[in-house]
């Protein structure tokens, strides 16, 4: 007999199927219990509940553990490249070269935008933050590709799929030029992705310019890492508007403001000027570390704990090493690497992170290697964006192909106030 949990309300039993996935994941199916008990489970924050059943990522909060469709992440980027981690989240399966070069042609062929599209940038304050213009023209989209919008047409959506991966560098780089005033550089699609995107944000016309290969490699290396992390906070966002059947462009630009928070991706950001602040205020780590204690949600340390992981995040691992790499072969030196190593020694030694399993995670060291590689601050989260922006859609294409899947509608238990008369104006 398979394996069932036993539920008892008020003297009546119910009897609800354990659900195992393939890293024997155990979870109790409750699919049917409101229909066979008028109850509902509740779990704000959804801290105990799987939204889906998924074939894209591992992971494995304990232990460490991160794989794409099986593949650990530290194999991934060590010998893979952005694109291709692409294919395998979206696809299922790594490309033979014949499949990748098709793919990697596919995107570059989209990589410039509507000339229609670049003039949205100039109705943006200069201040506007990348993530909140990112957003804003990923949404824009849908407005230049009427007729490819039916998110159950396969050939309408892969013409989405490929317009996202091959325009997002180009609108993160606008958005970049534009708060700097610079003029836009049209796509170069002789370069590769990550050069392409280097020239964009970094480029003029006024002169040449030759992505260097360190930089370009560890910013391949790093879209790797970012690419997909299962059920978080914007990916659940993504496949919630996909559920409502909204387009593909608009339910990732839903989760590019998703990302945004400081307690998701917008922590790298949080992070590299929580190092700042902690270097021109002349604070010790310990002192720092102190004031994270507080419970108080403005002095959190940043970039410290996960609702997953309760040990080291791996992709944390991997770019603490290639921060120092980096560092060394560009020949420079950071202070805020310095820090960082310091504030992680302290905290993993200190008995408030130690009982509380709080460890670094992606955003701790993340910051620290986009600021060498020489990308502005306020645009580190729209980088995170970058790499997601696979993961979301693999998600998002998972979502659409479960036979029989339905809108995502929570229910909850209602609080406030009981049925009473309402009052006119005059008699209140
Ligand atoms: N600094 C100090 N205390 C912390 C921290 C931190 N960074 N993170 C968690 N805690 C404490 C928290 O106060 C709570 O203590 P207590 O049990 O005494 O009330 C306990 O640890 C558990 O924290 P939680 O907030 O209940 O855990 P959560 O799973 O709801 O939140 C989190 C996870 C990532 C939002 C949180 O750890 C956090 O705010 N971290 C800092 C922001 C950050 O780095 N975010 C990036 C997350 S990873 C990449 C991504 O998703 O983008």
Redesign the pocket.
């Known amino acids: 007999m398979d394996p069932y949990a036993r539920l008892e309300v008020d003297g009546k039993q119910y009897e609800l199927p354990i659900v195992v996935g393939t890293e024997q994941e155990r979870a109790i199916d409750i699919t049917k219990l409101r229909g066979q008990s008028g109850l509902i489970t509740l779990d704000p924050?959804y801290?105990n509940t799987g939204s889906c059943e998924s074939a894209i990522t591992f992971l494995n909060g304990e232990q460490g553990i991160l794989r794409y469709r099986g593949y650990p992440i530290e194999e991934l980027a060590e010998g893979s490249s952005y694109l291709e981690v692409a294919y395998l989240l979206i696809r299922g399966e790594l490309p033979t070269r014949t499949q990748l070069d098709a793919w990697v042609e596919g995107v570059r062929y989209h990589t410039m935008v509507h000339e229609d599209l670049r003039q949205l940038y100039a109705a943006f304050p200069k201040a506007a933050h990348p993530m909140a213009t990112c957003s804003a023209v990923v949404a824009a989209l849908s407005t230049f590709y009427p007729e490819d919008l039916n998110p159950v047409d396969p050939a309408q959506v892969h013409a989405s799929i490929e317009r996202l991966l091959g325009k997002f560098p180009t609108i993160t780089a606008y958005s970049y030029k534009h708060s700097i005033g610079q003029p836009f550089l049209y796509p170069s699609n002789r370069l590769s992705y990550v050069e392409n995107f280097l020239r964009l944000m970094f480029g003029t016309p006024c002169e040449d310019y030759e992505p260097d290969p360190v930089v370009a490699r560890a910013l391949d290396m790093l879209l790797i890492l970012h690419a997909d992390?299962e059920q978080?906070?914007s990916t659940s966002t993504v496949r919630i508007a996909g559920s409502s059947r909204a387009n593909l462009f608009a339910s990732i630009s839903a989760g590019i403001s998703a990302?945004w928070g400081?307690?998701?991706?917008?922590?790298?950001q949080?992070?590299v000027e929580m190092l700042e602040a902690i270097d021109h205020e002349g604070l010790t780590g310990k002192q720092f570390v102190e004031q994270?204690?507080a419970?108080d949600?403005t002095?959190?340390?940043?970039?410290?704990?996960?609702?997953v992981y309760k040990n080291y995040?791996p992709r944390a691992r991997i770019i603490k090493q290639a921060a120092t790499d980096v560092l060394e072969r560009l020949g420079v030196t950071s202070r805020l690497l310095e820090i960082a190593v310091d504030l992680e020694r302290i905290a993993l030694s200190d008995e408030?992170?130690i009982e509380?399993k709080?460890y670094p995670?992606?955003?701790?060291y993340s910051g620290v290697i986009f600021k060498a590689l020489g990308i502005p601050t306020p645009s580190f989260t729209a980088m995170?964006a970058m790499g997601r922006m696979a993961g979301w859609i693999a998600q998002w294409l998972e979502y659409h192909q479960e036979p029989g899947n339905a809108i995502s509608r929570p229910r909850q238990i209602y609080t406030g106030p009981t049925e009473r008369r309402f009052v006119p104006i005059d008699e209140r």
Do not use: E, M, T, W
């Not at 400081?262 to 790298?268: D, I, Q, T």
């Open positions: 924050g801290k992390h978080n906070c990302l400081p307690r998701h991706g917008g922590a790298n949080q992070v994270a204690k419970h949600d002095s959190r340390l940043n970039g410290f704990g996960h609702r995040d408030y992170f509380r709080l995670n992606v955003d701790f995170f």
